[in-house]
């Protein structure tokens, strides 16, 4: 389409070069051309500069169907296809009709990944340090983690050292302080994020997660306490949202 | 009351031993004394033995008219009164009617105590400790530092060891580790106890504070938090319940 | 680890008495040895006191076989092991690799215990009560009740004493006036701790449950009256929770 | 009003019967007349009935000057006028426009009553309990009592015999199970209402109060707990609503 | 038990009149006599007063085989026994072993009643009016209707006449008017017990339904309109408790 | 019902005219005539007016069978009838017996319409606007666009105009300033109303979706955002009221 | 601003049209030229068609000196402007600067309207009725009012019309049937909008207010009943938002 | 401290080369070394590293006398030092005793800052953007702003770009887009960070505000909005944190 406007205002240029359209008339028809092809025409040339950023199926509430064509109809355009809360079975059904795709059973993501010798040019020694409370937080953290690698970055992963054992997120510390970049991911009470803030100096991404029971709600004890933390340098993403915070500890590693 | 019941009890005995009453009679009397007086009585006998139990005053919404009232009328007949969310201007007037009592002002407590030689029964090296996150949650510590010393609990102090700076926490470690019960008092994220929890093998008693801002919510934060602790052997009280923690932290210590 | 942290120190200290590493290389060396290994042999050190204490797999979520391979390999390490939110599918797995375990299906709990006769030593008159609002409660009080049993506390069990009707609990009064610490464990209006805290002077930890409907909001309603007990000596559990008013309670009794 | 009505339709009749109006017209005539006039009076006529029923004025963020306005102009054509929240300076207020009214501070209201000796009717044995938690509920407990009498039902008061003192309670039992309808009003846990219910075989109203702190959100706390109640026949109020529960119970207990 | 206790109440008599046991050890004794059994028999005597009343079985989260047993059991002692929340699965399996029984489908509803000609005493002209918003309501309304019935009660009902079709309610007017006390159930805006208590001056009773969806939360949009409700003379029940409704009725319409 | 109560009037007009019946008793029988039947008439006269309305039948929660009845009897005597959340198979259901309506599943409802001639005249260049954020919102925005439909607004749609892409919105920015009312569906943050809103100078009618996870708290964050909009000329239906939105939307248009 | 765009791009057009820029290099000049300021000036076209919208200053956290300042600045070049949440101080301190303005206490509005006569053109019949609950409601009724009134609507008041009292509403019947477009402002159980709804075929805008106490939770349960209205045609806005209801419905009327 | 702790090992060192100590002996003194110094040392000399940082004192429920002592004592020993939530009051009170500091006041901020020079290193083109929706905003943005300012950040600030007016927005489109970080300040619907976050291709920070009324619930709408956000990148604060916004935009930017 952004031919298409360049083309229209070319015409437009040439018959005024050419002494056939006076130039009142020429802005009159600039001025009709569609607005907003134009913005699509500017924000595309922007988005082009975005190589190497994916497209993002949300699979949850698809059928194995459904989420399968879109991934094969996405995947004959872009170069990088993520599709996000993928069950077994739905990644069984995609993976028929795009085998060139990877499942990851843990992240519950099925990911399409045509560039990944680009991706090489972000390993330079920065990493994405993701961590989680427990084991049942993993999912999400891997999600994060998974995103991230196929967006470009090093990640490195470091489960279950939830704050009622010290002694395990201290044995990590070496690791955690040299990291660029920290996802802490925890559910229940949602105290890492504010320990591993005041342990680096470097940004934390708080992922709260929907495990626990009772007074958890869902995810929101562990998604308040975050938003307080008492520690600088730690910002919250919505409850289990993997896929959101190694995006956004993408873009603030690269 | 309860001289009463037993003096009623006592005559109709009497009246059956003298003849006087025959025993079908008897039961219909005893079956008529009044139920609650009897009940009144044992629950008054079980009471009795609580000595050391402070009467509480609860201060907060009262004029300091009516709180001297209240506490000078107690007085009269306890031995022990804590008075909790006392002003500076509120203590000054129970002060002027209640001379043997005496403020503590970063508790917010009014104390009177005439048994303070019996304390020492408590002293045998057995102490509560309380810590606190911040240094805004020290007057919910202090209160509950001060009821547990009023009742005769010895207690360590350690504030503003929070989360965010773990190294804090660590150099109190062996206080911690030797201490008998645990208060621990946070606001915002409330991670405080969780942390203490995996530390020790004691009972931690949690209490949430109404400080911080924005999504804390007026304590809700810390309180849904501490409810989460991932740490076995914590317990929780009411937000801002310095008086209640330093009870049931004496009634676990004593 | 913390053997080998040891050799690390050691050689370093011979080669200082050797002369064959300078003070300062010496201060240098001893300074980059990893923080966190001394920390966890410390750590380890002071969990070590804590014999008797159990190893917890919370199972719901899981499925019969990874709760099954969880318990099996904690099995072999640990004397203690209690799984819990046990189904009967589940532990009808868990059994068939654990027969030395034994399944409480009350509580929904399997308990793998080999230290039964060191239990002995606390059965010496004190005891926990554990009391339930209603017949529904009962799940969670025997979570409670098992916990602290098989951690080596004396137990006793009192259920369906209601508020409603106060006499089956007046009923009670003895048994319950007499008990260490309380267990207290209500649905819907969630009154019952406070009633208990009214009668005795010992700690009352109160576990609100899930049991309602309506305006209960899983078990919110009765979260809320507890934390607001007007009886000093009530703390507060998770909704459900009662493996952790076990643990804590034994943690008080013991 | 309703004259007005009866006097058109009369004349719409006297016209039919003179021949000098159609039926049709008539039939038009009749339609015509607003529906609402006619309802107005059907409802006023119904409304007549209610004898003794008092006007009402909420006086909480109305000016002095407002409320002695509408409360003396009320008295111009009403027997009876309760205006509730009203502060002892607004009280002086209306008191100088409306000398014949009577202040009660307490129940923070002021009460014009011009139909006391009616009242004695229902004064039959018959009365309504008030009950409550604590001291800081009287208010509340007082503005029920206060509108209960002034609509002509004899009141008992019964206050501070909140559950953590259960001996309280039960030596008011007699008075409590010969009541024809109770009021309990409790705020922080909001037990009351429960154990109360499980006594009587009597309607009993549940009035939370906004009295306590923390966790007990402004009376969300007891007003859940009294929704939750496992009495049978605890109906609720909305949270420091006395007057309301003083009118609901006396529409019972007439 | 009550026979017990006056068992032995009369051997300490009988002793006390033969001169075996002295005044003050007659004293003694009769203190030591469980103080809750005195109690229990109290009540108990109290509770025989309530000749009418019914066991009640919350039927919801018990299988049908837990739940013919109670109802059997129950059967066994008791005149009348409500089971609530019945399946109709469940409500056959009851049914083959308490044949005296009967099912209400549309109030989920088993009763048994072997008091059936004692009713009649109430059913002297004075009624319950249950009232429905919409058809949804119907179940939460039948529950009421049933259960006041069952206790004795004369029921009118007048279903789906909510406030978006005003003319629906007026036709029912007259008998709204007349009833002695109104039960009034509905979901969504709850608006409807809030019209009903203006056109009457007789309690009225509200009931919450979860009928609704999105920002309904269940039924608490209903639930919190009804508390807030601008009529005077109505209380508010549980969300979707028929039962309550219904039970509190009876004992106002008595 | 209206014809039968002028069919009275008359009778008791002609009776006067007759002189068989007296004026005083003319009023009187008047006046017995059923207030709530006359108010119907009105009510329904009004009601007559409006042509064109749908008799709507929520059909979530109902069987196929239940639904098959309601939607069959109203197509006896109306024109038109709108069946929301109609799921294929209920679908299947009602068209069985109520061959001459028609499903649109993804608005999940069932239309029957025997009036689509008159629709026409409504189709004079004024349309609504359906706009949703994304494609999961597609099934609400559908409800709204059917119902409009049905109702005789012309409807013009634009879907997955989410704010992510302000790009895709801008694209439609002609229709979109065009419009007489413009619904905008969206869940998650709910912000795509208040930009249209800033746009237009024309009605835009929110529809926060259940579409979300997490922290969206099934419509809640959607829900409280478009009431919070920045924008003028904004007003919010429930959550997932795609049917409401199309209702209001169309008596906005019309 | 426009202008001057107009201006570059005529400069690059006579540039093109005198050979001595290519088009090449044009386009690229022509894609460069502010994207945002091509829209700007596109939206600011549109805007000029908005005739008659007010500019609109929320005062409510400003001191008057601010307020003055904003509105003498708006006021030198915009015709209409509406001050909202103006106490009567602050409407001095304006009024001093803006003399032309008017305060209209009730509304707590201060306008400046220098386009009265146009306004004429929409009296043509068509109005907006404006309907209360209570007379606590009146502030934001004539919020929406005074500000319907400066867009150009006529607007009919009735205040006081609340649910409890049907006869009132009732009352106004005619008025309500035959408007618009109407305001419906309520608190408490907020059920006037439901009724409103149910009585006519025009939209109805429901403004839920933060009168009440207790559990309306400043408008919340208001708030609720209104989304979850069961009449159709009910769109909602924000807690005591008078001028977005206003501005809705003239968007509506006009 | 970290001073002593080198010494004493130093100590033990030399007396171990002295062969005054015996090894194990030193393998025993240095394992007694007070763990948490070891660690303090560790950590702070990490510290150390974060030279920049700021001394953070929350000024909000502190009394001018007190804020002024803190950050006296801080500002003899740290070289730069953000005081937050500091009225013009408070203000003056600390700058009377640091006079090196300055008042920003729509920042509500007090800075001290000693090392201006060394700030000029981070001004190499990046910048931090940071945007409000609304004018309101501006005191949490300008919180960030002069944040990132002080720890050396360079700062763009772009106020009052909201949803509402898209032009405004899309003007500043080119400084947003070569933005390295952006921080999002918006209160109400908080729409605007899903806008800018669907415009670059870097972090975006959102911080919701308390700015608004009614369903606003003191920012709780603008929260969920942020932390629902369809636009991938964005990462969220809790509500008024511009301070934390701040530092974390500067640890992404540095």
């Known amino acids: 389409e952004r031919r298409m406007d360049q083309k229209l205002i070319k015409e ?32 595309d040339l922007h ?3 975005r190589t190497g950023f994916p497209e993002v199926v949300f699979c949850q509430g698809k059928t194995a169907k459904q989420a399968a064509e879109i991934v094969k109809k996405l995947s004959e355009h872009h170069e990088k296809i993520l599709a996000t809360r993928v069950t077994k079975d739905v990644a069984d059904t995609i993976y028929a009709s795009v085998p060139e795709g990877k499942y990851y059973p843990e992240a519950r993501m099925f990911v399409v990944n045509k560039t990944k010798k680009n991706n090489k040019r972000h390993d330079h020694g920065k990493y994405i340090m993701v961590l989680t ?31 009622a054992g010290l002694h395990r997120l201290l044995a990590q510390k070496d690791k955690i302080i040299r990291a660029n970049v920290l996802i802490v991911v925890a559910g229940m009470e949602g105290a890492l994020p504010s320990i591993v803030g005041g342990m680096v100096s470097r940004p ?51």
């Open 12 to 43: 437009i240029l040439e018959k005024v070069r050419a002494g056939t359209l006076s130039i009142n008339q020429a802005l009159e028809d600039l001025r009709d051309l569609p607005y907003e092809d134009i913005g699509y025409a500017k924000l």
């Open 47 to 49: 988005r082009s500069l």
């Open 133 to 163: 409370g427990g084991t049942a937080d993993i999912p999400v953290a891997e999600e994060a983690a998974v995103t991230a690698e196929a967006m470009g970055s090093r990640v490195e992963r470091s489960y279950d050292v939830g704050v």
């Open 204 to 254: 934390v991404i708080a992922v709260p997660t929907s495990i626990g029971y009772g007074a958890s709600f869902g995810g929101l004890s562990a998604l308040l306490a975050m938003l307080n933390s008492c520690a600088s340098g730690v910002a919250v993403m919505n409850i289990d949202n993997g896929f959101g915070a190694g995006y956004f500890a993408h873009l603030v590693n690269k």
